[in-house]
């Protein structure tokens, strides 16, 4: 019969000497102690052992219990409801950690590469990362404005197209130059920026703002405070300044 000792086995199954002793300790593997040498060894059977041990391990499992099921010769049944349960404990614990990644980027966007902020704006940054979400709220409401708006743009430019005469798309076009301005005009009151070198909080002229080259949330301005121009991350007045009162 194959007899291994403890390096080998270790060897074997791809782990430390130490790992195996620790097992050996524990009870999870028999071994018999040579006599002569003092050294233990282990059969086959510990081998078997050692590789269902690790694999249990992967998935989570505790040393009590797969001692347990290692004991009582445990049926497959009962391995496949602990890796249901391990597995339900894995999906939770990767559900936290996408939510923390996902604060964790938000907390990115607002501090700079060579931010020269000092630590207590952190707490600061903690606000705008939670006014960003409502930042999401006001960016679905303009949409929800906008929609309606483009689809009777759309069906006048359809109606021009189809009976050849420009009539419609006339009689809409002021209202929709009028809707565009007021738009624009409403997005500007409502927003302010964060200057992502200092953290402070800008509030550009109107040119400047229409002028800037800008993403959905982003817009490329100057800092007043530190005059470095960066991108800076947009955030709702209306939101920030009900938060700053609630704290006063
Ligand atoms: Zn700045």
Redesign the pocket.
């Known amino acids: 019969m194959t007899q291994y000792q403890t390096g080998d086995l270790a060897k074997c199954c791809n782990v430390s000497i130490r790992t195996i002793q620790y097992y050996d300790k524990k009870g999870l593997l028999a071994s018999t102690k040579n006599e002569e040498n003092g050294r233990r060894r282990f059969d086959a059977k510990s081998k078997q052992d050692l590789e269902i041990i690790l694999m249990l391990k992967r998935f989570g499992f505790r040393l009590k219990d797969i001692k347990k099921l290692l004991a009582e010769n445990n049926k497959l049944k009962t391995v496949r409801s602990m890796i249901e349960q391990s597995a339900l404990d894995i999906e939770q614990e990767i559900y936290k950690n996408q939510i923390l990644l996902s604060e964790m980027k938000q907390f990115n966007k607002f501090i700079g590469k060579e931010s020269k902020a000092p630590l207590n704006k952190l707490l600061e940054t903690k606000q705008y990362v939670t006014n960003n979400d409502n930042l999401n709220t006001l960016t679905r409401s303009i949409i929800y404005q906008v929609l309606p708006v483009a689809l009777i743009q759309y069906t006048a430019l359809v109606t021009s197209l189809i009976t050849k005469k420009w009539l419609p798309c006339l009689i809409v076009l002021p209202f929709m130059i009028a809707f565009a301005i007021n738009l624009t005009h409403l997005t500007y009151k409502r927003l302010i920026y964060v200057?992502p070198?200092?953290q402070?909080v800008i509030k550009p002229n109107i040119m400047a703002w229409l002028l800037a080259s800008h993403t959905p949330k982003t817009r490329k301005l100057q800092?007043p405070?530190?005059h470095?121009t960066s991108h800076c991350m947009a955030i709702d007045k209306r939101m920030k300044l009900t938060k700053s009162s609630k704290q006063m």
């Open positions: 200057c070198n200092c402070e800092c405070h530190c470095e």
